[in-house]
């Protein structure tokens, strides 16, 4: 190797060694910053499960709340035979609540045994049967515990 030639290769290593550093440096970098936004993508989707948890267990407790209620307003229309004044009032509860906040259930076995409780109750060629308002009040119930079991499992599959 000539002189010339040593010169030459000595010029290009050193010249290319600062270049080959920053090349190196900015791969890391980008490394770096690459696994930080996985990290923050993780975390961000791992917040937001945890907010929707947060909102749908809220929701079935509500939920919960309202179909207790709803169960014991048809379980008095259903069994108070004690004046007609307290039938009148245990129905129009009933007929507050299912017009109210059971309106935007959406259940659809729920919303058709309110229907049906509710026809049950304004029946007007006969007066209600006490053994039928017994029997759906019951099935109203089963079928409103069936929702929230059903509501409570697919809270259960978001932990999963």
Sequence with gaps: MTESHYKFWDLAIR?????????????????FTDEQRQINKRELELLSLQY???????????KRALFLKTIDAAARVAIDTSSTESIEAAKQEYLSIYYGSAALEDDEDVKRRLVQFKDAIFDTEAQPD???????????????????????SQLEELLE
Excluded: C, H, N, T
Excluded at 16 to 29: D, F, K, N, T
């Design 15 to 31: 010249g290319m060694s600062p270049i080959l550093a920053s090349a190196a440096i900015l791969v890391g970098i980008w490394q």
């Design 52 to 62: 929707r948890y947060s909102a749908e267990k809220d929701k079935l407790e509500v």
């Design 130 to 152: 006490p053994e039928r308002l017994k029997r759906l009040s019951v099935e109203l119930a089963k079928s409103m515990f069936d929702a929230l079991s059903r509501d409570e």
